[in-house]
C-alpha cells in the first residue's frame, strides 16, 4: 500500500503562483511515476503532468511554460510549482502514484487539494 498526502492549495488571483507538494509513504518502488491530476466542477479528471523516476516529464498542452512538475526521490515527494494561474485553472489537484509489477499497473491517489484562483 501506498499512501500520498497533498499540499500547498489555496486561493490566489489571476496571475499568481502556487507550488503543490504530494509526498508518497509506504511500499515504494524505484520505478514509479508520480503526477497530478485535476478535476473542475462538472467535468473530467485530467492529466495536468507527470515525472518518472528518472525524470521523464509530461505536461497537458493547457499549462506548458507555466507549470513545472519535479520530484526528490529520496523524499519520495513531487512537486508542482504553477505560475500564472489562470481561473480556468481553478480545479481539485489529486496526486498520483503508478508503478508496475508482473505486468500490472497499480494507482494510488490522494485526496486532492483544492486550487481556486480569482479572476
Known amino acids: 500500500q501506498v499512501q500520498l498526502v497533498e499540499s500547498g492549495g489555496g486561493l490566489v488571483q489571476a496571475g499568481g503562483s502556487l507550488r503543490l507538494s504530494c509526498v508518497a509513504s509506504?511500499?515504494?518502488?524505484?520505478?514509479?511515476?508520480m503526477g497530478w491530476y485535476r478535476q473542475a466542477p462538472g467535468k473530467q479528471r485530467e492529466l495536468v503532468a507527470a515525472i518518472t523516476s528518472d525524470d521523464s516529464t509530461n505536461y497537458a498542452d493547457s499549462v506548458k511554460d507555466r507549470f513545472t512538475i519535479s520530484r526528490d526521490n529520496a523524499k519520495n515527494t513531487v512537486y508542482l510549482e504553477m505560475n500564472t494561474l489562470k481561473p480556468e485553472d481553478t480545479a481539485v489537484y489529486y496526486c498520483i502514484y503508478n508503478y508496475k509489477q508482473l505486468g500490472r499497473s497499480y494507482d494510488y491517489w490522494g485526496q486532492g487539494t483544492q486550487v481556486t484562483v480569482s479572476s
Open positions: 509506504g511500499s515504494i518502488f524505484r520505478a514509479n511515476v
